[in-house]
Protein backbone atom coordinates (compact mmCIF):
# COMPACT_ATOMS: atom_id res chain seq x y z
CA UNK A 1 0.00 0.00 0.00
CA UNK A 2 0.93 3.71 -1.04
CA UNK A 3 0.42 6.51 0.97
CA UNK A 4 0.15 9.98 0.22
CA UNK A 5 2.29 11.48 3.31
CA UNK A 6 2.97 15.28 1.75
CA UNK A 7 2.64 17.19 -1.31
CA UNK A 8 2.23 20.46 -2.21
CA UNK A 9 1.54 21.49 -6.03
CA UNK A 10 -0.35 21.21 -8.76
CA UNK A 11 -0.25 18.58 -11.93
CA UNK A 12 -0.71 20.43 -15.17
CA UNK A 13 -1.19 17.11 -17.29
CA UNK A 14 -3.76 15.15 -14.94
CA UNK A 15 -5.83 15.11 -17.73
CA UNK A 16 -3.94 12.92 -19.69
CA UNK A 17 -2.24 11.18 -16.37
CA UNK A 18 -5.85 9.82 -15.40
CA UNK A 19 -6.48 8.22 -18.79
CA UNK A 20 -3.32 6.13 -19.01
CA UNK A 21 -3.46 5.26 -15.37
CA UNK A 22 -7.15 4.62 -15.57
CA UNK A 23 -8.29 7.20 -12.70
CA UNK A 24 -11.48 8.93 -12.53
CA UNK A 25 -11.47 12.33 -13.83
CA UNK A 26 -14.40 13.33 -12.12
CA UNK A 27 -12.57 12.96 -8.64
CA UNK A 28 -12.01 16.20 -6.82
CA UNK A 29 -9.01 17.83 -6.91
CA UNK A 30 -7.26 16.75 -3.95
CA UNK A 31 -8.30 12.70 -4.33
CA UNK A 32 -7.57 12.97 -8.02
CA UNK A 33 -3.60 14.24 -7.38
CA UNK A 34 -3.56 11.67 -4.67
CA UNK A 35 -4.50 9.00 -7.15
CA UNK A 36 -1.57 10.29 -9.51
CA UNK A 37 0.55 10.35 -7.25
CA UNK A 38 -0.01 6.67 -5.75
CA UNK A 39 -0.64 4.93 -9.74
CA UNK A 40 2.37 6.98 -10.74
CA UNK A 41 4.76 5.13 -8.16
CA UNK A 42 3.64 2.41 -8.76
CA UNK A 43 3.27 1.88 -12.48
CA UNK A 44 6.95 4.03 -13.16
CA UNK A 45 8.19 3.57 -10.12
CA UNK A 46 11.64 6.20 -8.91
CA UNK A 47 11.49 7.67 -12.68
CA UNK A 48 7.29 8.96 -12.42
CA UNK A 49 8.57 12.54 -12.45
CA UNK A 50 9.39 12.24 -16.38
CA UNK A 51 6.19 11.87 -17.11
CA UNK A 52 4.44 14.12 -15.03
CA UNK A 53 4.54 18.07 -16.06
CA UNK A 54 3.50 21.31 -12.80
CA UNK A 55 5.49 22.49 -9.91
CA UNK A 56 5.47 19.54 -6.99
CA UNK A 57 7.11 18.44 -4.13
CA UNK A 58 5.72 15.07 -2.80
CA UNK A 59 6.71 11.98 0.45
CA UNK A 60 5.18 8.83 0.01
CA UNK A 61 5.22 6.13 2.43
CA UNK A 62 5.30 2.46 0.48
CA UNK A 63 4.11 -0.01 3.53
CA UNK A 64 4.65 -3.21 1.78
CA UNK A 65 8.95 -2.17 1.71
CA UNK A 66 8.65 0.37 4.75
CA UNK A 67 10.11 2.68 2.61
CA UNK A 68 10.14 6.52 2.42
CA UNK A 69 10.41 8.34 -1.28
CA UNK A 70 10.36 11.88 -1.48
CA UNK A 71 10.73 14.08 -5.17
CA UNK A 72 11.32 17.63 -6.31
CA UNK A 73 10.32 18.39 -9.14
CA UNK A 74 13.10 18.84 -11.64
CA UNK A 75 13.39 23.08 -11.84
CA UNK A 76 12.61 23.35 -7.80
CA UNK A 77 9.12 25.88 -8.19
CA UNK A 78 8.67 23.71 -4.71
CA UNK A 79 10.72 23.32 -1.65
CA UNK A 80 11.22 20.15 0.30
CA UNK A 81 13.22 19.68 3.33
CA UNK A 82 14.35 17.20 5.59
CA UNK A 83 16.23 16.50 9.21
CA UNK A 84 17.76 13.51 10.22
CA UNK A 85 17.46 13.40 14.30
CA UNK A 86 19.44 12.00 16.97
CA UNK A 87 17.52 8.89 17.60
CA UNK A 88 17.82 7.93 13.81
CA UNK A 89 14.15 9.50 12.42
CA UNK A 90 13.72 11.38 9.28
CA UNK A 91 11.58 14.76 9.86
CA UNK A 92 10.57 15.68 6.40
CA UNK A 93 7.79 18.32 4.69
CA UNK A 94 7.70 20.78 2.06
CA UNK A 95 7.47 23.97 4.55
CA UNK A 96 10.73 24.49 6.85
CA UNK A 97 7.99 25.45 9.96
CA UNK A 98 6.61 21.76 9.98
CA UNK A 99 9.86 20.23 10.20
CA UNK A 100 10.33 22.86 12.99
CA UNK A 101 7.84 21.07 15.06
CA UNK A 102 8.12 17.96 15.24
CA UNK A 103 9.79 15.84 17.75
CA UNK A 104 13.12 15.57 17.84
CA UNK A 105 14.19 18.94 16.13
CA UNK A 106 16.63 20.61 17.52
CA UNK A 107 16.52 24.47 16.57
CA UNK A 108 20.21 25.92 16.21
CA UNK A 109 21.26 28.50 13.83
CA UNK A 110 23.30 27.72 11.16
CA UNK A 111 25.82 30.73 11.20
CA UNK A 112 28.67 29.33 8.29
CA UNK A 113 26.00 30.25 5.17
CA UNK A 114 25.63 33.57 6.47
CA UNK A 115 28.18 34.89 4.72
CA UNK A 116 27.02 32.98 1.46
CA UNK A 117 23.89 34.59 2.10
CA UNK A 118 25.89 37.85 2.42
CA UNK A 119 27.42 38.05 -1.24
CA UNK A 120 24.15 36.12 -2.83
CA UNK A 121 21.08 37.87 -1.03
CA UNK A 122 19.58 34.02 -0.83
CA UNK A 123 20.78 30.94 -0.05
CA UNK A 124 21.44 28.47 -2.56
CA UNK A 125 22.51 24.77 -2.44
CA UNK A 126 20.97 22.24 -0.13
CA UNK A 127 22.08 23.71 3.61
CA UNK A 128 19.58 26.23 5.24
CA UNK A 129 19.80 28.36 8.53
CA UNK A 130 19.05 25.67 10.23
CA UNK A 131 21.89 23.23 11.28
CA UNK A 132 21.14 20.06 9.84
CA UNK A 133 17.74 20.95 8.27
CA UNK A 134 18.33 19.91 4.69
CA UNK A 135 16.55 21.21 1.37
CA UNK A 136 16.30 18.04 -1.55
CA UNK A 137 17.73 20.07 -4.56
CA UNK A 138 15.91 20.04 -7.80
CA UNK A 139 15.84 16.84 -9.93
CA UNK A 140 16.23 14.80 -6.90
CA UNK A 141 14.27 12.32 -5.10
CA UNK A 142 15.01 11.30 -1.56
CA UNK A 143 14.38 7.43 -0.30
CA UNK A 144 14.75 6.80 3.81
CA UNK A 145 14.77 2.93 4.43
CA UNK A 146 15.76 0.94 7.35
CA UNK A 147 17.42 4.09 9.02
CA UNK A 148 19.29 5.55 5.82
CA UNK A 149 19.14 8.03 3.42
CA UNK A 150 19.71 8.05 0.07
CA UNK A 151 19.55 10.39 -2.29
CA UNK A 152 19.58 10.31 -6.07
CA UNK A 153 19.50 13.00 -9.24
CA UNK A 154 17.15 11.66 -11.50
CA UNK A 155 17.26 14.95 -13.98
CA UNK A 156 19.77 17.67 -15.14
CA UNK A 157 19.83 19.67 -17.60
CA UNK A 158 20.77 18.70 -21.12
CA UNK A 159 22.15 20.95 -23.39
CA UNK A 160 21.91 20.76 -26.95
CA UNK A 161 21.82 23.39 -29.35
CA UNK A 162 20.56 23.04 -32.81
CA UNK A 163 22.08 25.08 -35.76
CA UNK A 164 19.31 23.62 -38.63
CA UNK A 165 16.38 25.69 -37.46
CA UNK A 166 16.03 29.71 -38.27
CA UNK A 167 15.19 32.32 -35.49
CA UNK A 168 11.66 32.19 -36.73
CA UNK A 169 11.11 28.26 -36.52
CA UNK A 170 11.62 28.86 -32.92
CA UNK A 171 9.64 31.28 -32.15
CA UNK A 172 6.93 29.03 -33.79
CA UNK A 173 7.61 25.92 -31.71
CA UNK A 174 7.73 28.28 -28.38
CA UNK A 175 4.42 29.58 -29.52
CA UNK A 176 2.92 26.11 -30.45
CA UNK A 177 3.95 24.62 -26.93
CA UNK A 178 2.85 27.58 -24.65
CA UNK A 179 -0.78 27.34 -26.47
CA UNK A 180 -0.47 23.67 -26.13
CA UNK A 181 -0.09 23.94 -22.38
CA UNK A 182 -2.17 26.83 -21.36
CA UNK A 183 -5.28 24.63 -21.57
CA UNK A 184 -3.81 22.80 -18.66
CA UNK A 185 -2.83 25.25 -16.51
CA UNK A 186 -6.74 25.84 -14.87
CA UNK A 187 -9.81 24.09 -15.09
CA UNK A 188 -12.72 25.80 -16.87
CA UNK A 189 -14.32 25.87 -13.55
CA UNK A 190 -11.55 27.78 -11.79
CA UNK A 191 -11.61 31.45 -11.89
CA UNK A 192 -7.84 33.23 -12.18
CA UNK A 193 -6.29 36.43 -12.02
CA UNK A 194 -2.62 37.01 -13.87
CA UNK A 195 0.00 39.29 -13.00
CA UNK A 196 0.81 41.82 -15.19
CA UNK A 197 4.34 43.61 -15.10
CA UNK A 198 5.54 46.04 -18.21
CA UNK A 199 7.57 43.00 -19.34
CA UNK A 200 6.76 40.84 -22.75
CA UNK A 201 6.30 37.52 -20.61
CA UNK A 202 3.28 38.26 -18.11
CA UNK A 203 1.82 40.21 -20.82
CA UNK A 204 2.45 36.88 -23.14
CA UNK A 205 1.10 34.82 -20.85
CA UNK A 206 -1.73 36.93 -20.42
CA UNK A 207 -2.64 37.70 -23.80
CA UNK A 208 -2.65 33.37 -24.15
CA UNK A 209 -5.38 33.12 -21.65
CA UNK A 210 -9.32 34.47 -21.78
CA UNK A 211 -8.25 35.50 -18.03
CA UNK A 212 -10.52 38.77 -17.62
CA UNK A 213 -8.85 40.28 -14.28
CA UNK A 214 -4.73 41.40 -14.28
CA UNK A 215 -2.90 42.69 -11.24
CA UNK A 216 -0.19 44.77 -11.06
CA UNK A 217 2.33 46.75 -8.19
CA UNK A 218 2.87 50.30 -8.63
CA UNK A 219 4.49 53.02 -6.56
CA UNK A 220 4.02 56.76 -6.35
CA UNK A 221 7.83 57.07 -8.09
CA UNK A 222 6.82 57.03 -11.42
CA UNK A 223 10.58 56.52 -13.04
CA UNK A 224 10.01 52.93 -11.57
CA UNK A 225 6.33 52.31 -11.32
CA UNK A 226 5.70 50.06 -14.15
CA UNK A 227 2.23 49.19 -13.54
CA UNK A 228 1.00 52.33 -15.88
CA UNK A 229 2.66 50.63 -18.71
CA UNK A 230 1.28 47.47 -17.20
CA UNK A 231 -2.14 49.35 -17.45
CA UNK A 232 -2.04 49.96 -21.18
CA UNK A 233 -1.33 46.38 -22.15
CA UNK A 234 -4.46 45.44 -19.97
CA UNK A 235 -6.99 47.86 -21.93
CA UNK A 236 -5.15 46.85 -25.18
CA UNK A 237 -6.23 42.91 -24.69
CA UNK A 238 -9.25 44.28 -23.44
CA UNK A 239 -8.69 43.09 -19.76
CA UNK A 240 -9.59 44.99 -16.20
CA UNK A 241 -6.39 46.36 -14.51
CA UNK A 242 -6.36 46.14 -11.05
CA UNK A 243 -3.29 48.49 -9.60
CA UNK A 244 -1.65 48.21 -5.74
CA UNK A 245 -0.02 51.53 -4.88
CA UNK A 246 2.29 50.58 -2.35
CA UNK A 247 3.32 53.11 0.20
CA UNK A 248 6.66 53.30 2.02
CA UNK A 249 5.02 52.96 5.36
CA UNK A 250 3.47 49.38 4.21
CA UNK A 251 6.27 48.48 2.55
CA UNK A 252 8.38 48.17 5.67
CA UNK A 253 6.00 47.88 7.97
CA UNK A 254 4.81 44.16 6.24
CA UNK A 255 8.43 42.88 6.59
CA UNK A 256 8.73 40.61 9.81
CA UNK A 257 5.95 39.16 8.35
CA UNK A 258 7.25 38.02 5.03
CA UNK A 259 11.03 37.09 6.49
CA UNK A 260 8.49 35.03 9.09
CA UNK A 261 6.44 33.31 6.12
CA UNK A 262 9.55 32.99 4.02
CA UNK A 263 11.01 30.58 6.41
CA UNK A 264 15.02 31.49 5.85
CA UNK A 265 15.86 35.33 5.18
CA UNK A 266 15.45 36.80 1.54
CA UNK A 267 17.38 39.95 0.44
CA UNK A 268 15.19 40.65 -2.53
CA UNK A 269 13.69 44.05 -2.27
CA UNK A 270 11.05 42.80 -4.67
CA UNK A 271 9.72 39.91 -2.69
CA UNK A 272 7.90 42.75 0.11
CA UNK A 273 5.97 44.36 -2.95
CA UNK A 274 5.38 40.86 -4.14
CA UNK A 275 4.04 39.84 -0.95
CA UNK A 276 1.54 43.16 -0.70
CA UNK A 277 0.92 42.27 -4.54
CA UNK A 278 0.08 38.22 -3.16
CA UNK A 279 -2.51 39.69 -0.43
CA UNK A 280 -4.38 41.95 -2.48
CA UNK A 281 -5.19 39.45 -4.97
CA UNK A 282 -5.72 36.75 -2.38
CA UNK A 283 -8.73 38.94 -1.66
CA UNK A 284 -10.36 38.42 -5.04
CA UNK A 285 -9.50 35.20 -6.07
CA UNK A 286 -7.64 32.24 -4.92
CA UNK A 287 -6.15 31.16 -8.11
CA UNK A 288 -3.31 33.72 -10.37
CA UNK A 289 -0.88 33.40 -13.45
CA UNK A 290 2.80 34.66 -13.10
CA UNK A 291 5.41 34.93 -15.56
CA UNK A 292 8.57 33.71 -14.14
CA UNK A 293 11.36 31.53 -16.06
CA UNK A 294 11.57 32.98 -19.08
CA UNK A 295 14.41 35.29 -18.41
CA UNK A 296 16.39 32.37 -16.77
CA UNK A 297 15.50 30.56 -19.51
CA UNK A 298 15.96 32.52 -22.95
CA UNK A 299 18.29 35.33 -21.83
CA UNK A 300 16.31 38.07 -20.54
CA UNK A 301 19.05 39.54 -18.57
CA UNK A 302 20.97 42.56 -19.64
CA UNK A 303 24.17 41.05 -18.00
CA UNK A 304 23.92 37.84 -20.34
CA UNK A 305 25.39 40.89 -23.13
CA UNK A 306 28.42 40.09 -21.42
CA UNK A 307 28.82 36.35 -21.67
CA UNK A 308 31.29 36.38 -24.46
CA UNK A 309 33.52 39.07 -22.93
CA UNK A 310 33.53 36.89 -20.25
CA UNK A 311 34.43 33.77 -21.61
CA UNK A 312 36.38 30.66 -19.52
CA UNK A 313 37.14 34.05 -16.78
CA UNK A 314 32.88 33.26 -15.64
CA UNK A 315 33.83 30.06 -13.88
CA UNK A 316 36.46 31.95 -11.54
CA UNK A 317 33.49 34.58 -10.26
CA UNK A 318 30.25 33.96 -12.01
CA UNK A 319 28.20 32.71 -8.96
CA UNK A 320 24.45 33.79 -10.86
CA UNK A 321 22.47 37.04 -10.96
CA UNK A 322 23.36 38.70 -7.82
CA UNK A 323 26.87 38.84 -6.48
CA UNK A 324 27.27 42.02 -3.86
CA UNK A 325 29.83 41.36 -1.45
CA UNK A 326 33.33 40.18 -2.05
CA UNK A 327 35.51 38.29 0.49
CA UNK A 328 37.86 40.75 1.99
CA UNK A 329 34.58 43.16 2.37
CA UNK A 330 33.01 39.85 4.53
CA UNK A 331 35.97 39.47 6.87
CA UNK A 332 35.78 42.73 7.86
CA UNK A 333 32.06 43.15 8.34
CA UNK A 334 31.58 39.28 9.86
CA UNK A 335 32.25 38.63 13.48
CA UNK A 336 32.92 35.20 12.13
CA UNK A 337 34.27 34.15 8.98
CA UNK A 338 34.36 30.16 7.71
CA UNK A 339 37.56 30.42 4.95
CA UNK A 340 36.09 27.00 3.39
CA UNK A 341 32.73 28.75 2.73
CA UNK A 342 32.76 29.96 -0.75
CA UNK A 343 29.97 31.18 -3.15
CA UNK A 344 32.31 30.04 -6.03
CA UNK A 345 32.45 26.67 -4.78
CA UNK A 346 28.59 25.81 -4.74
CA UNK A 347 28.63 26.18 -8.68
CA UNK A 348 31.99 24.05 -9.62
CA UNK A 349 29.93 20.81 -10.31
CA UNK A 350 27.65 22.91 -12.36
CA UNK A 351 30.20 24.49 -14.57
CA UNK A 352 31.66 20.73 -14.88
CA UNK A 353 28.28 20.38 -17.16
CA UNK A 354 28.79 22.80 -19.75
CA UNK A 355 32.20 22.72 -20.28
CA UNK A 356 31.76 22.41 -23.53
CA UNK A 357 29.23 24.90 -24.56
CA UNK A 358 29.17 28.60 -25.07
CA UNK A 359 29.35 31.20 -22.01
CA UNK A 360 25.54 32.15 -22.44
CA UNK A 361 24.70 28.65 -21.69
CA UNK A 362 26.79 28.30 -18.38
CA UNK A 363 25.54 31.52 -17.16
CA UNK A 364 22.05 30.63 -17.38
CA UNK A 365 22.87 27.09 -16.23
CA UNK A 366 23.96 28.46 -13.03
CA UNK A 367 20.72 31.02 -12.74
CA UNK A 368 18.61 27.73 -13.67
CA UNK A 369 19.95 25.63 -10.98
CA UNK A 370 21.27 28.35 -8.30
CA UNK A 371 19.11 31.32 -8.50
CA UNK A 372 15.68 30.08 -9.94
CA UNK A 373 15.13 27.67 -6.86
CA UNK A 374 17.02 30.00 -4.38
CA UNK A 375 15.26 32.93 -4.87
CA UNK A 376 12.65 33.42 -7.56
CA UNK A 377 10.86 30.28 -6.93
CA UNK A 378 11.26 30.27 -3.73
CA UNK A 379 9.79 33.88 -3.09
CA UNK A 380 6.80 32.94 -5.15
CA UNK A 381 5.75 29.84 -3.16
CA UNK A 382 5.79 31.01 0.32
CA UNK A 383 4.29 34.64 -0.20
CA UNK A 384 1.28 32.62 -1.97
CA UNK A 385 0.82 30.13 0.55
CA UNK A 386 1.01 33.15 3.55
CA UNK A 387 -1.26 34.78 1.48
CA UNK A 388 -4.11 32.18 0.85
CA UNK A 389 -3.47 32.37 -2.73
CA UNK A 390 -2.16 29.69 -5.72
CA UNK A 391 0.33 30.87 -7.98
CA UNK A 392 0.45 28.93 -11.23
CA UNK A 393 3.30 30.08 -13.95
CA UNK A 394 2.97 28.75 -17.58
CA UNK A 395 6.38 29.57 -18.98
CA UNK A 396 7.67 27.35 -15.91
CA UNK A 397 6.91 24.13 -17.90
CA UNK A 398 9.27 21.01 -19.19
CA UNK A 399 8.47 21.42 -22.50
CA UNK A 400 9.04 24.95 -22.45
CA UNK A 401 12.55 24.29 -20.88
CA UNK A 402 13.09 21.31 -24.11
CA UNK A 403 13.35 23.91 -25.96
CA UNK A 404 15.46 26.45 -24.24
CA UNK A 405 17.65 23.49 -24.27
CA UNK A 406 17.86 23.27 -27.60
CA UNK A 407 17.88 26.72 -28.43
CA UNK A 408 21.54 28.15 -29.61
CA UNK A 409 23.13 31.07 -27.60
CA UNK A 410 22.59 33.37 -31.14
CA UNK A 411 18.53 33.20 -31.13
CA UNK A 412 18.13 34.01 -27.36
CA UNK A 413 20.57 36.97 -27.42
CA UNK A 414 21.52 37.58 -31.48
CA UNK A 415 24.83 39.49 -32.14
CA UNK A 416 24.83 43.27 -32.59
CA UNK A 417 23.57 44.32 -35.97
CA UNK A 418 25.40 47.31 -38.08
CA UNK A 419 22.81 50.12 -38.60
CA UNK A 420 23.64 52.91 -41.17
CA UNK A 421 27.09 52.32 -39.82
CA UNK A 422 25.83 52.44 -36.38
CA UNK A 423 26.03 49.32 -34.05
CA UNK A 424 22.29 48.49 -32.37
CA UNK A 425 21.95 45.98 -29.96
CA UNK A 426 19.29 43.21 -30.75
CA UNK A 427 16.82 42.82 -28.69
CA UNK A 428 17.67 39.98 -25.56
CA UNK A 429 14.97 36.72 -25.39
CA UNK A 430 14.61 37.17 -29.04
CA UNK A 431 12.89 34.12 -29.75
CA UNK A 432 10.37 34.99 -26.94
CA UNK A 433 9.31 38.21 -27.99
CA UNK A 434 8.93 37.19 -31.77
CA UNK A 435 6.60 34.60 -30.47
CA UNK A 436 4.70 36.81 -28.28
CA UNK A 437 4.50 39.29 -30.90
CA UNK A 438 2.23 36.91 -32.57
CA UNK A 439 -0.65 38.14 -30.01
CA UNK A 440 0.69 41.53 -28.81
CA UNK A 441 1.96 44.93 -30.86
CA UNK A 442 5.57 45.67 -31.51
CA UNK A 443 5.77 47.87 -28.48
CA UNK A 444 4.99 45.29 -25.58
CA UNK A 445 6.71 42.45 -27.46
CA UNK A 446 9.91 44.46 -27.73
CA UNK A 447 9.69 46.63 -24.86
CA UNK A 448 12.97 47.12 -22.74
CA UNK A 449 12.61 45.02 -20.07
CA UNK A 450 12.52 47.33 -16.76
CA UNK A 451 12.29 44.34 -14.16
CA UNK A 452 9.85 44.39 -10.99
CA UNK A 453 11.74 47.48 -9.22
CA UNK A 454 11.26 48.90 -5.86
CA UNK A 455 12.41 52.16 -4.89
CA UNK A 456 13.90 50.74 -2.09
CA UNK A 457 17.13 52.71 -2.71
CA UNK A 458 14.99 56.04 -2.14
CA UNK A 459 12.95 54.73 0.40
CA UNK A 460 15.10 53.61 2.56
CA UNK A 461 17.66 56.32 2.80
CA UNK A 462 14.82 58.37 4.06
CA UNK A 463 14.37 59.36 7.58
CA UNK A 464 10.96 58.56 8.21
CA UNK A 465 11.27 54.92 7.18
CA UNK A 466 14.45 53.71 7.87
CA UNK A 467 14.19 54.06 12.17
CA UNK A 468 13.89 50.33 12.73
CA UNK A 469 16.75 49.93 9.93
CA UNK A 470 18.82 51.90 12.53
CA UNK A 471 17.48 50.10 15.46
CA UNK A 472 18.45 46.81 13.81
CA UNK A 473 21.96 47.68 12.95
CA UNK A 474 23.07 49.32 16.69
CA UNK A 475 21.15 45.94 18.51
CA UNK A 476 22.30 43.58 20.50
CA UNK A 477 21.41 41.08 18.28
CA UNK A 478 23.61 42.85 15.06
CA UNK A 479 26.70 42.37 17.35
CA UNK A 480 26.39 38.57 17.74
CA UNK A 481 27.08 38.50 13.94
CA UNK A 482 28.47 41.81 13.11
CA UNK A 483 30.75 44.41 13.63
CA UNK A 484 28.84 46.87 14.04
CA UNK A 485 30.82 50.49 13.39
CA UNK A 486 31.50 48.56 9.98
CA UNK A 487 27.87 47.85 8.99
CA UNK A 488 26.78 51.32 9.87
CA UNK A 489 29.70 52.77 8.44
CA UNK A 490 28.08 51.14 5.43
CA UNK A 491 24.29 52.59 6.15
CA UNK A 492 25.84 55.82 6.82
CA UNK A 493 27.63 55.98 3.20
CA UNK A 494 24.67 55.20 2.09
CA UNK A 495 21.74 57.39 3.56
CA UNK A 496 24.85 60.07 2.59
CA UNK A 497 24.42 59.81 -1.12
CA UNK A 498 25.89 56.16 -2.28
CA UNK A 499 22.35 55.20 -3.01
CA UNK A 500 23.92 51.60 -4.69
CA UNK A 501 24.70 50.18 -1.02
CA UNK A 502 21.08 49.82 -0.70
CA UNK A 503 21.61 46.02 -1.01
CA UNK A 504 23.92 45.79 1.23
CA UNK A 505 22.12 47.32 3.88
CA UNK A 506 18.88 45.74 2.89
CA UNK A 507 20.60 42.07 2.64
CA UNK A 508 22.07 42.54 6.54
CA UNK A 509 18.75 44.09 7.59
CA UNK A 510 16.72 41.11 6.47
CA UNK A 511 18.76 38.43 7.61
CA UNK A 512 18.63 40.39 11.06
CA UNK A 513 14.39 40.79 10.79
CA UNK A 514 14.54 37.07 9.80
CA UNK A 515 16.87 36.21 13.30
CA UNK A 516 14.44 38.03 15.23
CA UNK A 517 11.69 36.40 13.96
CA UNK A 518 12.95 32.72 14.54
CA UNK A 519 15.57 33.09 17.17
CA UNK A 520 14.61 36.34 19.76
CA UNK A 521 10.42 36.36 19.39
CA UNK A 522 10.29 32.29 19.28
Not at 176 to 182: F, R, V
Not at 183 to 195: G, H, I, L, R
Not at 320 to 344: A, C, F, H, Q, S
Not at 370 to 394: F, H, Q, S, T
Request: hydrophobic share 40%; aromatic share 12%.
Amino acid sequence: MIQVKDFRGHIRNWEALCGELDIDKALSREAREEAILIKAYETWGYDMAAHMYGMFAFALWDEEEQKLFCLRDQLGTKPFYYYETTDGKLLYGGTVRQILEQEGFVKELNDRVLQLYMTLTYLPGEDTFFKGLKKLLPGRYLVWQDGKLTIERYWKPNYRPDYSKSLEDWADELHNTLKEIMPEVKTDEEDAWSFLSSGVDSSYVLAMTDIENAASCGYDHEALDESREAAKTAELLGRKMNRRIIQPEEYFGIVPWVMYNMEQPLGDASAIAFALGCRSVAENTKLCYSGEGSDELFGGYNMYRNAERYGDNLKTFYVGNTNIMKEDEKKRILKKYYDDVLPIDLVKDIYAETEDLDPLTKMQNIDIQIYLEGDIYLNVDKMAEAAGLEIRMPITDMRIFDIAERMPAECKIPPAREVDGERVESPNKAAVRMAANKVLPDNIAYRKKLGFVVPIRYWMADDRYNGDVRAKFNSDMAEQFFNVDEINAIFDEYVGGDSDLWRKVWTIYTFLVWYEEYFVKR
